[in-house]
């Protein structure tokens, strides 16, 4: 499967985007059977960190199939194959809840890395309102232009069967698996927030305004998030109180597996 994916409009149900999933299985199937979430005609796309900290991580890779359930790739996924490949990177996943992985015997591990280098590590999908792209951490430059520059660079090396350390696929994986570019100017620049100089307390008091603040966000502050080259990004890996939506961006990964908590599913095309 190529490292970019196009995936056509869904002209007989819904689509679906949920953010970071974390091996919660139990409660994204909960949220799809709320939903009458039909696989002969529904699909649902996941933004990558599928797996760790939750309960059910090997049950979350075997339920994407990416014909009605898709994922792209995210951090963790690459942990894992980093920690597959390499000892030295064993306890980088492992600490971040990976230590469901190194349970597995080598064979099992095998084949569930065998998988995930399957999947894309960006998606375009035709809806019937524009084009929607989906990338795990972040878009350089505001432009989606750079991701399909990006997942260029990494294409053949990544084809190939090279590690995640490979110079091509290290430089693609930084920006589009790990950078944090425009969550940081959300929190900077329209809410205010720079996370080491204030207290939890006023942080938590800040969440409560969280949607004023953006929604009364002005030209200036909202300039970054408007994507060019694509209608729309769905975006994971960093942490919103709610799903968030500005400019061009849409922000799911809200779901931390607390009691009453839902994960972020938003449906982006319907039939």
Known sequence: MPIYRKISQNRTGRDFVVG?????LEQLQKQLNALAFDPDSDRLFCLGD????????RAMLDFIDQKSVFSILGNHEAMMIAGFESPTDVQLHFSNGGEWFYELNRSEQSRLVDKVRQWPWAMEIETAQGTAGLVHADVPESSWEMVQKLTKLASKPWAEG???????????????????????????????LERGKITDAEYGNAFQKWTAKIANADSRQRSSFQISGIGSVYLGHSY????????????LD???GDTGEELSVICIAQA
């Open 50 to 57: 599928v797996i760790d900290r939750g309960p059910d991580s």
């Open 162 to 192: 090279a590690s995640m350390s490979e110079p091509r696929i290290a430089a693609a994986a930084q920006p589009l698996l790990w950078n944090r570019g425009l969550i940081q100017r959300l929190y900077k620049d329209v809410l205010g």
């Open 240 to 251: 919103v109180p709610v799903a968030t939506h500005i400019g061009d961006c849409h922000f």
């Open 254 to 256: 809200s779901f931390r």
């Open 20 to 24: 970071d999933v974390h091996g919660h």
